[in-house]
């Protein structure tokens, strides 16, 4: 068979290939994600510990295992332990989501206005955008225990499911992936602090639209 006719037999196939090996140096590069699934028993994630080996788990499954990830949460200050906050964990930026597109530059571009995190950039590990308001079902409700610049919430209510350890009584303090709520309050537009959960088994994240998704960042 002569050169040009195989050529264009394998084209397509070299392009697929083509196109699946850009996908997977493009999830290599990734920095950030949104968790496509909850590890399974809701609020409780095994703690700090506990979410951030499932970030790690995510990103190597996805090709992006070589970076250290950390969980975007909060715990706060009990049992003589002090508050941990979420923007102290994640290293310093800028982040990238599995498209390659940047969603911050740093810790104070993402927590200002200026961020580029919204239902079209803020995707899974797979590179999939989560369901939010007007989807079915809505999931727009992200687990982060965090205040709106990624601090802890002081000791008292419980806005940490008990700082990522009961899937029971508690609560936790959710964000909208989307950046849409009920009306158009800074809440409701908020990524990291709408509202707090109605408790911390998956039934009560599931009540206001939430899976008990979190963010995973690249601290390095």
């Known amino acids: ?63 992006a295992g070589a970076k250290t990830w950390r969980a975007y949460l909060s715990t706060q200050a009990a049992n003589g332990q002090a508050a941990v906050n979420a923007r102290d964990r994640i290293g310093a930026g800028p982040w990238r989501n599995a498209k390659g597109e940047v969603i911050a530059k740093s810790v104070a571009d993402l927590h200002g206005d200026s961020n580029n995190l919204n239902k079209q950039t803020a995707l899974t590990e797979k590179g999939e955008i989560v369901k939010g308001r007007g989807d079915k079902p809505n999931e727009h409700d992200i687990l982060t225990g965090s205040q709106t610049d990624g601090t802890a919430f002081p000791a008292g209510d419980d806005r940490t499911c008990r700082n990522w350890t009961s899937s029971t009584d508690g609560s936790a303090m959710l964000g909208h992936v989307d950046r849409v709520g009920i009306d158009e309050s800074a809440p409701m537009k908020s990524w990291n602090t709408s509202h707090p959960s109605a408790g911390c088994n998956m039934d009560a994240l599931r009540k206001t639209g939430g899976a008990g998704l979190f963010y995973c960042f690249a601290a390095n």
């Open 1 to 63: 068979m002569k050169a040009a006719s195989i050529a264009r037999l394998l084209g397509p196939a070299v392009l697929i290939a083509a196109g699946l090996g850009g996908a997977q140096a493009q999830q290599a590069d990734m920095s950030f994600f949104v968790t496509s699934v909850n590890p399974g028993k809701a609020g409780d994630l095994g703690g700090l510990a506990g979410a951030d080996a499932y970030c790690q788990s995510l990103a190597q499954a996805a090709g």
